[in-house]
């Protein structure tokens, strides 16, 4: 498949390089190698099957997407309902392993931040990943109590990108120093940004940059 | 009432870290101790961190390639496995089958090595300070071989996106044969430093037991969860790169302690 990527495609044109004309209904070998394929869009399709339709049966119009992609199936659903929904898969479809929790911040839009939930499940062998659009400053509710695992990834997702979540034993940073200021993973946060003041008071130094 | 000092309290709340004496991760605990038992820890784990995130927001996926190498340097090949695999799913294409195969190969080399070196420093941290020589001397080996083939022993950066930088070299094949034929006997003479002596025993029996549910329930695979007695391995689960034409064991314990997850290892060297 690497020989798709190259412009010109030459592979095919030796075996038919025999005087004859490329003519007659292309052959299935000779497909193979057809020029690249346009980049793919992200044009996810209907995910279909048992366990979507208990999900859209049981959550309804709180569900914006039950979609595949690159077979990976993905929910996306609104804040409130997502917590919920993980604890339902978690008792009733047996995706018990929070694999990561984790956020994307899409300064542009509305509602910034893409929470994300990657779930697998041991019995099926399948992946499944909860999506949910929060907006700066909205406190989505802690899956801590579903799936203790989430704890850290919580506090880690609070500390890059400074969203609280509700019900959390323990919302404090943990990565960066406690008393940063800032939240290193927003899009608007420059990559030679700092906490020039606690810079300062902690290395010493002007500037690390 | 009885006047009560501070002596009279039983915790004592100790800092060990972050410039642990086996610095192999700098981690910072903060331990609350009743003489010699700890009664609870409190842990810092943001020492390592180094926001290779946001370096990549700032580089383009060829030029973020090997700073994977660096998120874990003793599995510098698996790492770059794992991101160009991500990187061509998104691209919607697959590397060629003979690219596939040389990267089986060096990844599990790789493998290899990573578990030598944890057998090595693990033996040095519980107090055996022969095995670690055994180890590296194999270990020195797989990195030969790294070296010979793309001019580096641990930032590899050795895959590219859509399959290799470079060819196999003339030789390859036998070095690595060579390997393979002479490490099994090499993981005897490990087993014969720690399997059955006595004082590693002693210190790894029951130590640090989790459960095959607390492994789910905190996030934990690998040989950990295997010693729990789960038989789950990612390459027999969703098999990659084409594992799914090779024939393996998946080595399974069942305590969950230190014990099992150092047995689950020894297995694994020995199933390539």
């Given amino acids: ?209 | 009432m009885a006047e009560t000092t501070f002596l009279d309290s039983t915790e004592l709340v100790l800092n060990m870290g972050p410039q642990h004496p086996s610095t192999h991760g700098v981690l910072r605990v903060i331990l609350k101790l009743d003489g010699e038992k700890v009664n609870g820890t409190e842990c810092v784990i943001g020492y390592l961190h180094r926001g290779v995130e946001k370096i990549g927001e700032n580089r383009t996926y060829q030029q973020f390639a090997p700073y994977v190498d660096r998120m874990d340097y003793v599995a510098a090949v698996s790492n770059g496995l794992g991101y160009c695999l991500a990187v061509e799913k998104l691209l919607n294409m697959e590397a060629p089958p003979r690219a596939q195969v040389t990267r089986v190969i060096l990844t599990e080399l790789n493998r290899i090595a990573s578990h030598l070196l944890w057998l090595g420093t693990h033996a040095l941290d519980i107090g055996a300070i022969t095995p670690v020589f055994y180890c590296f001397r194999e270990r020195e080996e797989v990195l030969k071989i790294f070296e010979n083939y793309c001019g580096a022993r641990l930032t590899t950066h050795a895959f590219r996106i859509g399959g290799l930088l470079y060819e196999l070299y003339d030789g390859f094949e036998q070095e690595v044969k060579t390997f393979c034929d002479s490490f099994l006997p090499r993981v005897d003479e490990y087993e014969e430093l720690l399997t059955n002596n006595r004082i590693w025993v002693n210190r790894l029996k029951g130590v640090g037991i989790l459960s095959a549910e607390e492994c789910k329930e905190y996030g934990v695979t690998g040989p950990v969860l295997r010693a729990a007695g789960v038989k789950w391995d990612l390459r027999k689960a969703q098999p990659y790169s084409g594992y799914e034409q090779y024939d393996f064991d998946i080595p399974t314990r069942t305590d969950g302690d230190t014990y099992d997850r150092y047995m689950v290892r020894m297995e694994e060297m020995r199933t390539m």
């Fill in chain 1, 1 to 209: 498949m690497a020989d798709e990527q190259k412009p010109e495609g030459p592979v095919p044109s030796a075996p038919e390089g025999q005087g004859t004309p490329p003519a007659g209904p292309p052959k299935p070998a000779a497909a193979a190698h057809a020029p690249p394929k346009p980049p793919p869009e992200m044009a996810a399709t209907p995910w279909e099957g048992d366990l979507p339709n208990q999900i859209r049966e049981r959550f309804g119009d709180q569900i914006n997407a039950c979609s595949t992609y690159l077979g990976q199936n993905f929910v996306v659903i609104k804040p409130e309902a997502a917590v919920p929904l993980i604890e339902f898969l978690k008792l009733e479809a047996d995706f018990d392993y929070l694999v990561d929790l984790t956020a994307v911040d899409y300064p542009k839009r509305a509602e910034r931040f893409e929470l994300f939930y990657i779930l697998y499940s041991f019995a099926r062998n399948e992946r499944l990943r909860i999506k949910t659009m929060i907006a700066d400053g909205a406190k989505p509710a802690t899956a801590v109590g579903v799936h203790v695992g989430a704890n850290w990834l919580e506090r880690e997702v609070f500390d890059m990108f400074g969203i609280q979540f509700e019900g959390h034993p323990d919302m404090r940073r943990i990565l960066m120093p406690e008393e940063w200021e800032g939240f290193p993973l927003r899009k608007d946060y420059g990559i030679l940004k700092q906490d020039d003041r606690w810079v300062r008071e902690n290395l010493g130094i002007e500037s690390g940059q």
